[in-house]
């Protein structure tokens, strides 16, 4: 069982992606385009420390960087995502193509659902009942949804968790993946520094509560 499956392989996505590989979780990251939208941008100019770089270009740096660590990001579009909770919650997604795959957590970093048509994923957050009127996700300080194991970063998270910038999108799905981190190993995700991963000093905050009794549910984009 993968321990976290990104649905999304935009910057959000394909960031988390990379920070869960150095967090050493098993993952899996499906996008319907490796890129999304950031791939259309012909300048970066508000990203500290980058300069006269195309989003394209940002990408395919990006991508290849998770090639280079053997990270799986599949072009593919998720169908279906079945939940069984209980006291130990796992979801089983299910492609287009019919392909399965079953994880502890699961990352929605599918984007601006207001800047996007017939997107696969984001119907599946709000036939999951997650997102707000206008299609936007509404998570709490640790990025987790109202369904205990999904957590959402990037574009489609409510304001002020999106400026839709790319820093912030970047900054989301970090702090997305640490806390995932947290929720599947019960302890604090470490510090990367370079190659090195330095223990968390222990800091209480509030722990994360499976709602008790079993309950199986599943969600479909074909409604």
Known sequence: ?????????????????????????????????????????????????????????????LNAQLTELGVSVMENSVATIAVKEGAST?????????????????????????????????????QLNLADKQGLLIINENFMTSRPGIF??????????????????????????AYIFEYVKGKHA???WGKAAIPRLFVERKSYVIPSGAAEGTCSTDS
């Open 1 to 61: 069982m993968l321990d976290v499956a990104i649905i999304g392989a935009g910057a959000a996505g394909l960031t988390a992606a990379l920070y869960a590989k150095l967090y050493q979780l098993e993952t899996i990251c499906i996008g319907d385009k490796i890129g999304g939208k950031l791939v259309t941008a012909p300048f970066i100019i508000d990203y500290p420390g980058i300069k006269g770089i195309s989003g394209k270009d940002f990408i395919s740096t």
């Open 90 to 126: 796992s979801f089983t997604l299910t492609t287009t193509d019919q392909q399965t795959y079953e994880a502890r957590a699961v990352l929605l970093c599918t984007g601006n659902p207001n800047k996007q048509s017939n997107s696969r994923t984001t119907r599946l957050a709000k």
């Open 152 to 177: 959402a970063a990037g574009d489609c998270l409510i304001y002020p968790f999106s400026l839709e910038q790319l820093t912030t999108t970047v900054a989301s799905a970090v702090q997305a993946t």
């Open 190 to 192: 470490p510090i990367m």
